[in-house]
């Protein structure tokens, strides 16, 4: 005999965002953000603690052609829109007692102010996975913490950034 049991959420534990949220929220950054397209760079997982994105391999991002190694660039740019992902999501996290629409109004202002990233192994693979989250939301400036992997879940590159949100 199974016993089942039943947990509420606790108060540490962030609210998931609603389906509206997320639309808009990907909407944003896949279509609206043009340069992101032109990476390939699409949402796979949004939530308030964190955010998971993926890259395909495809010619136009090779950096080294002998090796077919993705652009260092693609790896720096990728990272930096992942973090002002996890920040825009932390920012919608903060605000979930408004509704999803004016939350999204709320990322004018973002920009990058510092950046930096770590180059560990080589880019090669078919697909990467990229992955942000918030150190910090403070009222004018947030710390992110990002890494890109390969399709064998190795980390290849490790970044951090900041933010400047109002």
């Known amino acids: 005999m199974s016993k089942t049991t039943h947990t509420t959420p606790s108060a540490s534990e962030p609210r998931a965002f609603e389906p509206e949220f997320i639309t808009g929220l990907k909407a944003i950054?896949?279509?609206?953000?043009?340069f992101n397209q032109v990476l390939g760079l699409k949402v796979t997982s949004l939530r308030p603690d964190g955010v998971t994105g993926r890259i395909?391999?495809?010619?136009?991002?090779?950096?080294?052609?002998?090796?077919?190694?993705?652009?260092?660039?693609?790896?720096?740019?990728?990272?930096?829109a992942m973090g002002g992902l996890a920040v825009m999501a932390a920012i919608g996290a903060k605000h979930m007692d408004e509704p999803p629409e004016q939350r999204l109004h709320r990322f004018g202002k973002l920009g990058t102010i510092d950046l930096r990233i770590d180059y560990l192994r080589p880019g090669i693979g078919s697909h990467f996975?990229?992955?942000?989250?918030?150190?910090?939301?403070?009222?004018?400036?947030?710390?992110?913490?990002?890494?890109?992997?390969?399709?064998?879940?190795?980390?290849?590159?490790?970044?951090?950034?900041?933010y400047i949100v109002s």
């Open 129 to 162: 996975e990229l992955r942000a989250n918030v150190l910090r939301l403070g009222s004018r400036v947030a710390s992110t913490r990002m890494e890109f992997l390969g399709p064998d879940g190795e980390i290849m590159s490790a970044g951090a950034a900041a």
């Open 29 to 34: 950054f896949e279509e609206k953000i043009v």
């Open 56 to 80: 395909d391999m495809k010619p136009e991002l090779v950096g080294h052609y002998a090796y077919n190694r993705i652009h260092g660039g693609v790896i720096s740019a990728g990272l930096d």
